[in-house]
């Protein structure tokens, strides 16, 4: 079965950076897409980054765009999102998650506060 396990989440002062990781298994890792989505308290789960396969090509929400990236290993089963000048409002739970035929998985989450 797809599993997918976030690690890497954290408290970090704003302007402060992070890097957040995701081990797949149960399918095809190399011929999915990959997505970063995220949950703040109160809100819906939003995408932040995404990144295809095979050409690695990848779209970023316009909030985290320049701050965020977003890449994969192909070879590990691993997406990561480097997280650079983190500001309050990226305070959220941070899933990873694949879409396989019609059905989206999800990780457990990640959570990060971003604080003073």
């Known amino acids: 079965q797809v599993q997918l396990v976030e690690s890497g989440g954290g408290l970090v002062q704003p302007g402060g950076s992070l890097r957040l990781s995701c081990a797949a298994s149960g399918f095809t890792f190399s011929s999915k897409t990959m997505s970063w989505y995220r949950q703040a308290p109160g809100k819906e789960r939003e995408l932040v980054a995404r990144?295809?396969?095979?050409?690695?090509?990848?779209n970023y929400a316009d909030s985290v765009k320049g701050r965020f990236t977003i890449s994969r290993d192909n070879a590990k089963n691993t997406v990561n999102l480097e997280m650079n000048n983190l500001k309050p409002e990226d305070t959220a739970i941070y899933y990873c998650?694949?879409?396989?035929?019609?059905?989206?998985?999800w990780g457990q989450g990640t959570q990060v506060t971003v604080s003073s």
């Open positions: 998650s694949v879409l396989i035929v019609t059905r989206r998985s």
């Open positions: 990144i295809f396969s095979p050409d690695r090509s990848t």
